[in-house]
């Protein structure tokens, strides 16, 4: 039961406080093998990726004169930006549902470093582990779901003149509600609650919300920082949760 109302600060804070707690030895591992295996999957991707496009302008140039060489330059800019728009959008989702395994017992393991109230130690066995793994890629797949509205009202006003001028901003506060949502819902999730009740606490705490999100969206548009801003994101959002309990 929520005793104690936090703020933007708190909010702010407990995702400065999670970037701490990445190198606790009760937390290291799950920061590390999530990371090195995002690291790996988006190496790989954007090395099969490349040698695509660069075989793709290859084929096309051949078959144009001599003279039009300088469109070769124009292609590779286009290249990259579809690179960047790819990774960009994919980054966020591949990463929580590729982390999602390392997620669930960083999750235990903040709570119980974190935790006004008891909490369980994790059944640490084969079949518990993959039972909670299914359970928690199927709960990222439903909060996708409900990203989806947000995201599409977004690129609508992304691409409507003059209104399209709240573009930036209205990006900025999407992806704050939707990285609120997401990281909240997991110490939630670690006491089996419903996901509607992360619903209602991101209701009663819209400001503290606001603040763990702002920084995670912000953390996430940075390249390198962007890996390891979603373990922090969850070991804060976990004492976030948590301090919201206290009296």
């Known amino acids: 039961m929520v005793r104690r109302k936090v703020g933007f600060g708190d909010g702010a804070g407990a995702l400065i406080d999670g970037f701490r707690y990445l190198s606790h030895p009760a937390l290291r591992a799950w920061v590390i093998w999530p990371i090195l295996i995002n690291l790996a999957v988006f190496a790989g991707l954007a090395w099969l990726l490349t ?25 590779w800019v286009l290249a990259v930006l579809m690179m960047a728009l790819v990774f960009g959008v994919s980054f966020t989702t591949l990463t929580l ?55 599409l ?26 990285f609120a949502f997401q990281f909240v819902d997991y110490p939630i999730d670690a006491r089996q609650r419903p996901i509607t009740e992360t619903r209602e606490w991101l209701a009663e705490h819209r400001a503290a919300a606001l603040g763990v999100g702002v920084g995670v969206a912000l953390c996430a548009s940075v390249p390198f920082l962007n890996v390891v801003a979603f373990p922090a994101a969850i070991i804060g959002a976990c004492q976030l949760v948590e301090s919201s309990r206290s009296g």
């Open 97 to 151: 549902l590729i982390g999602a395994p390392f997620y669930v017992v960083l999750t235990r393991r903040a709570m119980m470093l974190v935790s006004v109230e008891p909490f369980p130690s994790a059944d640490t066995g084969i079949t518990a582990l993959v039972q909670e793994t299914v359970s928690a890629v199927l709960r990222e797949l439903s909060k996708i779901r409900r990203f989806i509205p947000w995201v």
């Open 51 to 75: 040698g695509w496009l660069t075989g793709s302008i290859q084929g096309v140039m051949e078959d144009l004169p001599e003279w039009l060489n300088f469109l070769r330059w124009i292609m």
């Open 153 to 178: 009202l977004a690129l609508v006003i992304s691409v409507i003149p003059v209104i399209n001028v709240l573009a930036p901003i209205v990006w900025l506060l999407v992806n704050s509600w939707i």
